[in-house]
């Protein structure tokens, strides 16, 4: 008796290894899609390429003491002074249309060498990155050009 015992006890039963497939079937339909969809981590990503390059535009402005201007479409963004373009920003290639605002839209950092900013609706300037449910909605404040995310 001691030795079926043991010998019973050694693996695992076949409902056991059932319930195991069923729980690896599960996560492979559900999850693993979920986690392999990159494009709400590209967009999340580019929110927050978005927000730092926004506010060293800002920074960079008041620095050189000249106006930079921001022009935003449904693309991207960019970044030019009197010289020309200094930074570009484009959407990820996964979204060709990463901000979901129409027509497009500037702020002008350190207008007229001011110190203050002005934007194109001349009151606050809200974009929101994403499609679908991955959104991100950050807002450029007018007067002080803080960027900041909005809940």
Do not use: K
């Not at 001011?114 to 300037?125: D, E, F, H, M, Y």
């Amino acid at each position: 008796m001691g030795a079926r015992a043991r010998g019973a006890s050694a693996g695992f039963t076949l409902v056991e290894l059932v319930m195991v497939l069923v729980l690896i079937g599960v996560l492979a339909v559900f999850a693993v899609p979920r986690m392999l969809d990159l494009t709400a981590w590209r967009l999340r990503a580019y929110a927050d390429a978005l927000q730092a390059e926004t506010a060293a535009m800002h920074r960079r402005a008041l620095a050189q003491r000249r106006p930079i201007t921001a022009t935003i479409t449904a693309a991207g963004v960019r970044y030019s002074d009197a010289s020309g373009t200094l930074a570009t920003l484009d959407c990820p290639p996964a979204a060709s249309a990463c901000i979901a605002e129409a027509g497009p839209r500037t702020v002008v950092f350190n207008a007229a060498n001011t110190g203050r900013v002005s934007t194109s609706t001349g009151s606050a300037l809200l974009l929101t990155v994403g499609s679908g449910s991955a959104q991100r909605r950050l807002q450029i404040e007018a007067e002080t050009g803080l960027i900041r995310p909005v809940p």
